[in-house]
């Protein structure tokens, strides 16, 4: 099956433009006899003769004249695919972006993204899915459009990452809770009954092993899958709650909050998407959004 040369659509329409050859040569930046032979190709691709001579002049075949128009806007379709886009008008854009993310970071900063967004892009649509695991796979396979978690050396190297902040584990009772007065010791700490957060239903983590280290054991009373839970329970109950600082801002009202006794290293919060998705212009929009709503 042969395949149409396309590069001669661009010719036949600045030969039936100018109506000459010598003309179509000059705009096109050809020889006379080079711009002949791509007349040439074409009346054998057509099979027309397209320009036909009169007197001293070419005039257009019937067929020609049926061309012209559609030849035109062909051309003029191709230059707008492959041109590439200088701006986006973000009160015409209709789109929906999936992002992956945890229910405590959307309580935490959904508010103020949805707001920027409604304000700059009205006809934008966030839908916030559940993110149960840090596998990048909805992301490689187009599910997800952005993702934000905790991000380390190992994770996700299929896919690009940005930082939006450091965190750090801090401690959250109840305002009548003992441990809101008084300096906080290690001893004080983990003498309360503690709601351990784990997405696996693991029973212990980098705070046990901090403990083990001063020979110190809480007692883990609950376990919970994520951090909003967790500061809800505390909120209701004597159970003392360690969550990341900033990620738990906006769920922390009414409760005391106190920097742990014990040292864990601080962490990295980012957003996760993947490379395709790197140079659209709408969703490039959507990063700065979050980047900014998470530096304020």
């Known amino acids: 099956m042969s395949h149409p040369d396309f590069n001669l659509l661009v010719t036949l329409d600045v030969l039936l433009a100018e109506g000459s050859v010598a003309r179509a040569a000059q705009r096109l930046g050809l020889s006379p006899s080079a711009m002949s032979r791509a007349l040439a190709r074409l009346r054998e691709t057509t099979g027309d003769p397209l320009l ?17 128009a559609q030849a035109s806007q ?3 379709d191709a ?8 701006a986006l008008d973000l009160t015409q854009l209709v789109r929906t972006f999936i992002l992956r993310t945890s229910e405590g970071f959307v309580e935490s900063f959904g508010p103020a993204l949805i707001a920027r967004v409604a304000e700059q892009a009205p006809g934008v649509r966030l839908h916030f899915v559940h993110k149960p695991d840090g596998q990048g796979t909805p ?7 952005l993702e934000t978690g905790v991000v380390d050396e190992h994770a996700h190297p299929e896919v690009l990452t940005q930082l939006l902040f450091r965190d750090r584990f801090i401690g959250v009772v109840r305002h009548d809770h003992p441990l809101s007065r008084g300096e906080i010791s290690a ?10 957060v784990s997405r696996r239903g693991r029973a212990r983590g980098q705070i046990d092993d901090a ?8 007692e883990v009373a609950c376990i919970v899958t994520g951090f909003s839970t967790a500061v809800a329970l505390a909120h ?4 003392i ?31 996760l998407w993947h490379p395709r998705l790197d140079a659209d212009l709408a969703h490039r929009w959507l990063r700065g959004c979050l980047r900014e709503v998470c530096a304020q």
């Open 52 to 68: 036909v001579r009169a007197g001293r002049g070419l005039v257009p075949t019937p067929r020609a004249q049926q061309l012209r």
């Open 74 to 76: 062909l051309v003029q």
């Open 79 to 86: 230059e707008a695919v492959l041109r590439p886009v200088q």
């Open 139 to 145: 992301l490689r396979d187009g599910n997800v459009d």
């Open 187 to 196: 001893q004080r700490y983990a003498a309360g009954k503690h709601i351990y």
């Open 211 to 218: 403990l083990d280290a001063l020979q110190l054991t809480r």
């Open 236 to 239: 209701r109950t004597d159970l």
């Open 241 to 271: 709650a360690s969550v990341p600082e900033r990620y738990t801002s906006g769920l922390r009202d009414g409760l005391h909050s106190f920097v742990l006794p014990i040292h864990l290293p601080a962490f990295s919060v980012a957003m």
